[in-house]
């Protein structure tokens, strides 16, 4: 054991009785930590002591680094508990801290990342900052003893610098909701915005291994989607080709989990062949909507496949009991990353057989000398597969199935090693994302398992996570806690508004329009127009801060504006679709400057601009001639669509998509409308496909 270092120790700090992951991952730390709360903070006003504010989340390699260096050390430890009062936070619970303070490190250094880690005056606001710190000084980094001493120098001697300057750093923190702030007044945003985005990415594409700009490269699942729909719109070429490029490459590449299915959060490289090893649900839910998309407008068989894996993965590997979604898979595994989805040549034809085990290894790149820390990465880049299956005499579609077993043996075998920790935490928010992209899956490919899927973690979500009709953030161990976020009403409504336009419960669809109405009522700004990212009535912050821009997440101002568009369509509802035009209105002179870094709120403007095809069913859900409806109009990429189904008769014709309406002749009929003009009525798919267009 290295000198300072101590093993856990018997007694638990104050995050005993915490559910988070991450939290408990400390619990036995020397250091005494806090959770976020009146508890510590009290403490730090109290005793006039500074705050170290540590922020991270239990899938980070980095976190886990820092833990074991200095978090474990008992010289830092006593250090930290004599002189300053320690706070720990998972980020993935309170984002609303995660976003504020993260912001603080941006403007003090120039970059952020987690661990996040700060300094702050007794009451919150922040002076110093960083990211990881070694325990001792080292490559050029600052030692995190030496760092904690110099900040305790200066605290002691020069109290009032340090005030005045963490004064001006919060200044400059509520400057920037100020400068996201938006108009109430003006032209919305639009496909100007739109089609100056696809020119703005196409300066950064990456022609040979896709995505947008050098290493490391993150999926940019809000752009593509956006670059989908302009294609769509537009006709043009280059957005189809940047997205089939990245597509590819992602997933032919080690990002890719070539053996189980799913991808890592991003690669460190720009081919996409070495990955971050942990795996994130929201990567996976967006991820598989692309693909799924993608494979309407092109019919690739790859991008079905890679969007059926890996929501076959998360089937089997990010569930929870009762049908929720967990939140992350560690990139960790004994101490080391990515050990758990290495192999070497050796290890592969022992399981597989000299033959088997061979072709195998030749497909998927794994070499003697390995291409990651002497063992290898699964990935298909080494040469094209329709080329290899040539060589080998067969189609490529035949040795996928060749090897499709062969992947499977290994999956079994994978499993038999010590597993990655999984945070089995249920966001709101994530669990939005996962419901609506195994409801989009179901639309496109119509297996049942996926419709399954969504509606029960959806069901397991409003059981569980609300109460007293307020939405919760985070789920564990049988207690739901914290006030929910813009993103968990936003992304649960849409996901639940796909829920009903894959199986028509109306459930489905009352329970986001209650969502979107909620979240009108305590997130939006009346003043100048938009959305806050906390409630009207959220603890008290530096600042309230907004979800504006794309990052790892959609916006969630964006995915609140389109899902209240649909939902408008869907009921109607002038009170439902004016918030959104508020927004698009009040965030265009932002967009206008950089319309890149805004994909999901010019989704949500080429929603707004139409037309919107409606289309609405009439028949019995399980009749072959309604399914058959359903499929072609299921069967094209129509993005600015809604869908409502209803049997003769039944309670649901009283929705505006439906009302009126009836079949032709007593067989299930389609009705579309666009730009306030109906097409006839059909019972015939083939017309309905024809008159539907669309790729």
């Not at 985005?197 to 700009?213: L, M, N």
């Not at 290890?347 to 195998?360: H, M, P, T, Y």
């Amino acid at each position: 054991m290295k000198p300072g270092r101590t093993p856990p120790q018997e007694t638990p700090n104050h995050l005993v009785g915490q559910t988070s992951p991450y939290l408990l991952q400390h619990l036995h730390n020397p250091v005494d930590w806090y959770p976020w709360g009146a508890e510590a903070l009290g403490k730090a006003e109290k005793e006039r002591k500074p705050i170290f504010l540590s922020i991270g989340y239990a899938a980070c390699h980095w976190c886990h680094v820092m833990e074991k260096e200095s978090f474990e050390n008992r010289e830092i430890a006593a250090f930290l508990n004599a002189n300053f009062v320690a706070i720990k936070v998972d980020r993935e619970e309170r984002p609303d801290l995660d976003d504020i303070y993260m912001n603080a490190v941006q403007i003090m250094t120039g970059q952020g990342g987690w661990p996040l880690s700060l300094i702050l005056t007794p009451d919150g606001r922040p002076f110093f900052g960083g990211t990881y710190f070694p325990p001792d000084n080292r490559q050029g980094r600052a030692g995190f003893l030496a760092v904690l001493r110099k900040i305790h120098e200066i605290w002691t001697t020069r109290q009032d610098e340090v005030q005045e300057s963490a004064g001006r750093l919060t200044e400059h923190l509520r400057g920037i909701g100020d400068f996201l702030q938006g108009a109430a007044d003006g032209a919305p945003a639009g496909r100007s915005e739109m089609a100056r985005a696809a020119v703005e990415v196409a300066g950064r594409f990456d022609e040979v291994w896709g995505g947008f700009g050098p290493a490391p490269k993150f999926p940019p699942e809000s752009m593509l989607a956006l670059l989908l729909r302009e294609h769509a719109r537009s006709g043009e070429a280059h957005s189809l080709r940047m997205v089939e490029t990245t597509l590819e490459r992602m997933a032919l590449g080690g990002m890719y989990d070539q053996v189980g299915g799913g991808f890592a959060r991003y690669s460190t490289d720009e081919r996409w062949l070495v990955p971050h090893f942990e795996k994130m649900l929201y990567n996976q839910a967006q991820l598989a909507c692309v693909f799924v998309d993608a494979w309407l407008v092109t019919q690739r068989p790859l991008y079905r496949r890679i969007a059926e894996e890996t929501l076959d993965f998360v089937r089997r590997e990010m569930t929870a009991p009762g049908g929720g979604f967990c939140s992350s898979l560690d990139a960790d595994s004994e101490g080391h990353e990515g050990l758990f989805y290495l192999w070497t040549h050796a290890e592969v034809a022992r399981i597989l057989g000299s033959d088997d085990g061979e072709l195998f290894c030749r497909i998927y790149g794994i070499t003697p000398e390995g291409n990651f820390e002497g063992k290898s990465i699964p990935n298909l880049l080494g040469g094209d597969l329709a080329e290899q299956a040539k060589a080998l005499g067969v189609g490529e579609e035949d040795l996928l199935r060749r090897l499709a077993p062969l992947r499977a043996k290994l999956l079994t075998a994978r499993a038999r090693r010590v597993r990655p920790a999984t945070d089995d935490k249920v966001l709101t928010a994530w669990n939005g994302l996962m419901i609506g992209a195994f409801a989009r899956a179901f639309q496109a490919f119509g297996r049942e398992e996926d419709l399954a899927s969504a509606r029960q973690a959806a069901r397991f979500v409003l059981e569980n996570l609300s109460e007293n009709d307020r939405l919760l953030a985070s789920y564990r161990e049988g207690r739901a806690q914290l006030n929910a976020y813009l993103d968990d009403h936003a992304f649960l409504a849409r996901g639940l508004l796909e829920l009903y336009e894959s199986g028509f419960e109306r459930a489905d669809l009352d329970a986001a329009t209650r969502l979107a109405r909620r979240m009108v009522e305590r997130f939006e700004d009346r003043t100048a127009g938009g959305f806050f990212f906390t409630s009207d009535d959220h603890e008290k912050l530096l600042t309230r801060s907004r979800s504006l821009y794309d990052g790892a997440l959609p916006a969630g101002a964006g995915v609140a504006a389109e899902v209240l568009l649909r939902l408008a369509a869907h009921r109607n509802d002038p009170t439902l679709r004016a918030p959104a035009e508020r927004t698009l209105r009040a965030y265009r002179p932002i967009v206008a400057r950089a319309p890149s870094g805004f994909a999901s709120l010019l989704i949500a403007a080429d929603f707004a601009q139409g037309p919107v095809v409606e289309i609405a069913i009439l028949g019995p859900r399980e009749d072959p001639g309604t399914r058959a409806l359903l499929a072609a109009a299921r069967s094209r990429f129509l993005p600015n669509r809604i869908v409502g189904l209803a049997s003769p008769g039944g309670p649901d014709r009283d929705l505006p998509l439906l009302e009126g309406k009836g079949p032709l002749h007593g067989k299930p009929t389609a009705y579309v409308c666009r730009n306030y003009a109906c097409h006839a009525p059909t019972i015939d798919p083939e017309v309905l496909a024809r008159t539907l267009g669309g790729s």
